[in-house]
């Protein structure tokens, strides 16, 4: 312990030794670096805190999502510091005052990006804080610049989240009217060139009135007419074979011409007979089947009769009805050929065309398929254009957002940067702590003995002792004036040292 205390007693004395220079160096130490930091300007901080409430009662009704809503407010908070909108807080602000050029512009804006941050606290809460060190502003100016900087940050931050979704919407159905009056014309056009196709080649196409329903329908008339064209022709041989055997006249005998006998009762009955055919009587039916038996026996009588008998011939009423019938089923079958004729030169020509029909019906979908592409498009454009224009009115007519202030931008009273009053006291500090090392430095480089037994060690021989310094009465005045000197100095150190420090609370209090 004798030794460290012995130590501390050769270094203090070695210092106290050099106290001038270890003052000098303090003086010299304190007043650059108090000047270094009176050439720190003052930086001045104001902070806001917002917050942001999403009402999704009805928002989620039309579509409105809240969670959509909430990366539009984080894509507005990345974007919130985008050269232009650090544009307009420079001209918003006192910044404008200074700028004259493009180039100060941007630079102001530059300053503006790194001295502005914008944190998210929460989900719903922000917090935008802003600091003012403007070289050519006061402190009062700089502190009032930083509060209006964010003010103005506020501003554009709710103009982005209100204003930028009418803008956004507004553009949107903006866009989508241009893009529907595109799609309708060019679906009128689509629906010009299906009517035309259509008209053109009407009679090709498939469905209703195509070439294979046209065939089809023609082979079934055709079989049809086959079938009515044989039963006509069998029915026509049957009328000429039964034509074939009646007389055309028959014998009437004289002063009988009212009474009839069985020739002419036969020819009454043949008539009756045939009429009965004509109107559709089949043999099978009762009534022909009884005229037969009658006919049958009429004949038999008939041939009984004398020939002759002095009377006279009479046209035959029934050969008469069958040559009616005869030229009705002439006709009938004259007509039924001329349609079956008809009918199979059509299907020639139908067959002729029928080569065409798919490379026709291939188009006719191609034309079907790209008025439906656009009709489609056409009616989805529209379901977004209403579905949209619905959430702008939402959003506009209705709170789906409210922005409420919590903190509004505070006025600093104090800078932020930097901590002067710390800065100061370092600075003393370091001056005091580089003078005292400048002198024990100085001490150690110097070769000096402070003691005896210092001297000792140093040259190996035994010191027998020490002579004390003996000192006048007048070096002894010239030594207590040099004190004084020496302490008014180090006295008028912390003068300075408490004076700057006056003067920065009488600063603050200015910006106060």
């Not at 990366?71 to 919130?80: A, D, G, H, I, Y």
């Not at 929460?122 to 003010?151: C, G, M, P, Y």
């Not at 043949?270 to 009534?287: E, I, K, N, V």
């Not at 009984?304 to 079958?333: C, F, I």
Request: hydrophobic share 40%; charged share 20%.
């Amino acid at each position: 312990m004798n030794s460290l205390y012995d130590e501390f007693r050769i270094a203090v004395h070695s210092v106290w030794n050099r106290r001038w220079l270890a003052l000098a160096v303090a003086w010299g130490l304190c007043l650059l670096g108090w000047l270094v930091v009176a050439l720190i300007p003052n930086s001045y901080e104001s902070k806001a805190r917002i917050s942001v409430e999403m009402q999704s009662i009805l928002s989620d009704k039309v579509g409105v999502d809240a969670r959509e809503r909430k990366k539009n407010m984080e894509r507005v908070q990345e974007t919130l510091a985008s050269t232009i909108n650090l544009e307009k807080v420079v001209r918003g602000t006192a910044l404008n005052e200074s700028v004259s050029s493009d180039r100060e512009l941007a630079g102001k804006v530059e300053m503006l990006r790194k001295s502005i941050q914008i944190k998210s606290e929460k989900d719903n809460l922000f917090e935008i804080i802003a600091t003012s060190s403007a070289s050519n502003l006061s402190d009062a100016e700089n502190a009032v610049l930083s509060r209006d900087i964010v003010q103005k940050m506020i501003d554009i931050f709710v103009e982005e989240n209100l204003s930028g979704d009418r803008d956004e919407t507004s553009q949107t159905i903006k866009f989508l009217d241009a893009q529907l009056a595109q799609r309708e014309k060019e679906l009128q056009e689509a629906e010009q060139k299906r009517v035309q196709f259509e008209t053109e080649n009407l009679g090709l196409l498939p469905g209703i009135g195509s070439i294979s329903q046209r065939m089809e329908a023609a082979r079934a008339e055709q079989s049809q007419i086959d079938s009515q064209l044989s039963q006509a022709s069998a029915s026509l041989a049957a009328l000429n074979g039964q034509l074939s055997g009646t007389p055309s006249s028959i014998a009437t005998p004289g002063g009988a011409a009212g009474g009839g006998g069985a020739r002419a009762q036969l020819s009454q009955a043949q008539s009756t007979l045939a009429s009965a055919r004509a109107r559709g009587w089949t043999d099978s039916h009762p009534d022909v089947v009884a005229m037969k038996n009658e006919i049958a026996a009429l004949r038999i009588q008939a041939a009984k009769e004398p020939a002759g008998g002095g009377g006279y011939r009479t046209p035959n009423p029934a050969y008469s009805s069958l040559q009616s019938m005869r030229a009705e089923r002439q006709a009938t079958v004259a007509a039924l050929q001329a349609r079956k004729n008809a009918l199979q030169a059509d299907m020639a020509q139908l067959a002729s065309k029928q080569t065409l029909e798919p490379g026709i019906a291939a188009e006719m979908s191609r034309i079907n398929r790209d008025h439906e592409v656009l009709r489609d498009q056409y009616n989805k454009l529209l379901t977004d254009r209403e579905q949209i224009k619905l959430r702008g009115q939402v959003e506009s007519e209705t709170d789906s957002v409210k922005f409420r202030v919590i903190d509004p931008p505070s006025s600093p009273r104090s800078p932020a940067a930097p901590n002067r009053p710390l800065l100061l006291a370092l600075v003393l500090f370091a001056g005091i702590g580089g003078g005292i090392g400048t002198a024990f430095a100085m001490g150690h480089l110097q070769t000096s003995y402070p003691t005896a037994s210092k001297l000792e060690k140093a040259s190996g021989l035994p010191v027998i002792g020490s002579v004390s310094q003996v000192l006048t009465s007048v070096q002894r005045a010239a030594r207590g004036r040099k004190l004084r000197i020496f302490y008014g100095t180090s006295g008028a150190l912390f003068g300075v040292f408490g004076m700057l420090m006056i003067v920065e609370f009488i600063q603050r209090g200015m910006v106060a």
